[in-house]
C-alpha cells in the first residue's frame, strides 16, 4: 500500500513563500520511483484541482495556468520524495495542498489517474 505524506503547510503573507515537500513511506519500498507525482488543492467549497505534476525521472514539469511562473515543482530522478516551491502568493492560493501519485511514468492533470493520494497539508495566505 502506497502511502504519502505532505509538510510544510503554513499562514503567510501574501508575497510571501512556503515549500511543501511530500515523501511516500510505503512499506513495500519506493513504489512511486517510477511513476509520476502531482500536486492538487481544494479550497473550501470548491473542486480539488490541479497544480502541477512531474514524471519519473524528475522531468517534464506541468502547471496549471493559475500557478504557473511562481509554483516550481521537482524530485528527484527515480526517487519519491516530491518538492513544491511557491513563491509570490497570493489569498486565492489558500487551499489544503494533497500530494498524489500516478500509475505512469509521465503526469498528467486528471485526477483520475492518481491513484494514490496524501492527507493534505493546509497553507493560508493572508492579504
Known amino acids: 500500500q502506497v502511502q504519502l505524506v505532505e509538510s510544510g503547510g503554513g499562514l503567510v503573507q501574501a508575497g510571501d513563500s512556503l515549500r511543501l515537500s511530500c515523501v511516500e513511506s510505503?512499506?513495500?519500498?519506493?513504489?512511486?520511483?517510477?511513476?509520476?507525482m502531482a500536486w492538487f488543492r481544494q479550497a473550501a467549497g470548491k473542486e480539488r484541482e490541479f497544480v502541477g505534476s512531474?514524471?519519473?525521472?524528475?522531468?517534464?514539469?506541468n502547471y496549471a495556468d493559475s500557478v504557473k511562473g511562481r509554483f516550481t515543482i521537482s524530485r528527484e530522478y527515480a526517487k519519491t520524495t516530491m518538492y513544491l516551491q511557491m513563491d509570490n502568493l497570493k489569498p486565492e492560493d489558500t487551499a489544503v495542498y494533497y500530494c498524489a501519485g500516478g500509475r505512469k511514468a509521465y503526469g498528467s492533470s486528471r485526477r483520475d489517474d492518481y491513484p494514490y493520494w496524501g492527507q493534505g497539508t493546509q497553507v493560508t495566505v493572508s492579504s
Open positions: 510505503s512499506r513495500s519500498g519506493r513504489i512511486l520511483s517510477n511513476n509520476a
Open positions: 512531474i514524471a519519473w525521472n524528475g522531468g517534464t514539469p
